[in-house]
């Protein structure tokens, strides 16, 4: 079945400190992939998102590329901001019907 | 305010109450979900819902009683709940089952304490 994989957090950086936070997924055709956001005490946002292969999603300095051939969605920012502290999810749909399939979240926490 | 509202946003209830959660949205979406996260746990799946009628139930504890009257609107009724049960309760609307490339739409979350 579809599965995502994400990096095993807490993620500490220090500001203006450079983010990789890796996904990967197994699934079956051509998914959409995604990332949200929760910040604390929140739900969940939509950070970014790709629906095809070599798309790159990005927003708020964030970015991903869906790359195929290694059936990876890393998200990465430049420069993160104390603000930047949430909790990331990497997810997936089928496009088939199926339901958006969430891995585990990986926290992250910028310390000024 | 993402399109998607719940209400309340923080609930402190007792064993023996009974209380009900509520989730809005006038997005046109067809299909809403009722998910539970707890603290260093994945996202848990409870209940779907596609054009008011349940298509899911994700082995949920009959304490824990869905009801939609409509696309629009979701609840979640709660009755004997146990301390476990203190979690973050999240609502979604998608515009149809399938999320396709639009993904879902999030609610903020009810807080939910049960001492």
């Known amino acids: 079945g579809n599965s995502v994989t994400q990096m095993e957090g807490p993620v500490t950086l220090s500001e203006e400190a450079f983010l990789t936070i890796n996904c990967t997924y197994t699934?079956?055709?051509?998914?959409?992939l995604f990332w949200y956001v929760q910040y604390p005490g929140e739900g969940l946002q939509l950070l970014l998102k790709a629906t095809k292969a070599d798309d790159k999603g990005s927003n708020k300095g964030f970015e991903a590329t869906y790359r195929k051939e290694t059936t990876s969605f890393h998200l990465e920012k430049g420069s993160v901001q104390v603000s930047d502290s949430a909790v990331y999810f990497c997810?997936?749909?089928?496009?088939?019907?199926?339901?958006?399939?969430f891995g585990q979240g990986t926290e992250l926490s910028v310390k000024p | 305010e993402t399109g998607v509202t719940q209400t309340p946003r923080h609930l402190v209830m007792g064993m023996t109450n009974k209380k009900s959660l509520k989730c809005e949205q006038h997005?046109?979406?067809?299909?809403m979900y009722w998910y539970k996260q707890s603290a260093k746990k994945p996202l848990e799946l409870m209940f779907v819902y596609n054009f008011k009628e349940q298509t899911e139930n994700n082995s949920v504890p009959s304490r824990f009683s869905p009801e939609c009257p409509n696309s629009s609107h979701l609840f979640l009724h709660l009755h004997t709940l146990q301390p476990e049960d203190s979690a973050l309760y999240l609502c979604?609307?998608?515009?149809?089952?399938?999320?396709?490339?639009?993904?879902?739409?999030f609610g903020s979350g009810t807080r939910l304490t049960v001492v």
């Open positions: 997810a997936l749909t089928d496009n088939q019907g199926g339901k958006l399939i």
């Open positions: 997005l046109g979406h067809n299909a």
């Open positions: 979604a609307s998608s515009q149809d089952l399938g999320a396709g490339g639009y993904g879902y739409t």
């Open positions: 699934a079956t055709g051509y998914p959409s």
